[in-house]
């Protein structure tokens, strides 16, 4: 069973810039595709961003384009998330998770305790 810790978050101005990190445990890590997602208080998660297990193609909601970068270091077992031009809309409690690629939706069902990113205005 793939375990999750997500880290690198904080609290950062509108405009700012985070780097988020997912370390996975288990041999087979660099088999799956991976993502982030993000829950907002009071909202349902929504999926962010995804790379896949080559790192040789990436995928990211509309929301984020542009701004986001996912990337991967299988030797580290260890998926990151840069987030640049921060929005308070951004704020969230961000988590990883293996990604099914045809409908970048979950695929283990459970979850890290996720790292919260906060962006004030």
């Known amino acids: 069973q793939v375990q999750l810790v997500e880290s690198g978050g904080g609290l950062v101005q509108a405009g700012g810039s985070l780097r988020l990190s997912c370390a996975a445990s288990?041999?087979?890590?660099?088999?799956?595709?991976m993502g982030w997602f993000r829950q907002a208080p009071g909202k349902e998660r929504e999926f962010v961003a995804a790379i896949k297990w080559s790192g040789g193609s990436t995928y990211y909601a509309d929301s984020v384009k542009g701004r986001f970068t996912i990337s991967r270091d299988n030797a580290k077992n260890t998926v990151y998330l840069q987030m640049n031009s921060l929005k308070p809309e951004d704020t969230a409690v961000y988590y990883c998770?293996?990604?099914?690629?045809?409908?970048?939706?979950?695929?283990?069902?459970?979850w890290g305790q996720g790292t919260q990113v906060t962006v004030s205005s």
């Open positions: 998770n293996a990604v099914r690629w045809a409908t970048m939706t979950s695929l283990l069902d459970y």
């Open positions: 288990g041999r087979t890590f660099s088999s799956y595709h």
